[in-house]
């Protein structure tokens, strides 16, 4: 009962994720930025994440909204072929590596998943795509790292992947001091397509 304050609303985005070869590939180039960045915020390996659409503070109620339609739209679609390649930096803060592959496919992906929750009645004011996925965050002072360890990622081209499934996923972000963790609310895999 402690946690009820917060049991009302869940922070929820929907993603994809690289499966786990393609994220310890990118974890074996990182081991030298790990051990000369030791001060930067590194995302854990398993909550890396491509995300589609980011909606916020939810209320619970509204969850279970998304699940048919999602699950629907999953059917319907062919796995995407996507690799993850070099890196950057978002304001000298956020430290990400960059999507390669069918990026047409990824950008119509996401532009449905943004429609399909519109219909489901669920306010959406996204700011347009940009593939990435987050590795780590500037703690104070210490964008310069950000920037060489990106520096460090140019070169980095992993192998291609499909994706498997389209992810709901809610966070405990401001649930307290710790890092953020992810949770797959739920998980659909991706059809034949047409």
């Known amino acids: 009962m402690k946690h009820q304050t917060h049991s009302a609303t869940v922070r929820v985005f929907i993603a994809l994720a690289p499966p786990d070869d393609a994220k310890e590939e990118l974890e074996r180039e990182l081991l030298p930025a790990y051990e000369a960045y030791p ?27 998304l699940r048919g339609p999602l699950s629907g739209l ?26 390669d592959g069918d990026l047409e496919g990824l950008h119509l992906l996401a532009s449905e998943v943004r429609s399909l929750v519109k219909e489901c009645g669920i306010p959406y004011e996204g700011r ?6 987050t590795l780590a965050r500037a703690r104070r002072g210490g964008t310069a790292d950000v920037v060489e360890a990106a520096g460090g990622l ?19 972000i401001g649930r307290g001091p710790g890092p953020i963790h992810y949770r797959d609310i739920e998980s659909w895999a991706f059809g034949a397509g047409n």
């Open 39 to 65: 001060r930067m915020r590194w995302n854990r390996i398993e909550d890396w994440h491509i995300t589609l659409a980011f909606l916020g503070e939810l209320p619970v109620a509204t969850v279970p909204r």
């Open 74 to 99: 999953a059917a319907i679609r062919r796995p995407l072929r996507l690799a993850l390649r070099g890196g950057g930096h978002f304001d000298e803060r956020v430290l990400w590596t960059g999507i």
């Open 128 to 133: 347009p795509l940009r593939p990435h996925l």
């Open 154 to 172: 140019t070169s980095f081209s992993g192998r291609s992947w499909p994706t498997g499934r389209l992810h709901l996923v809610g966070s405990n």
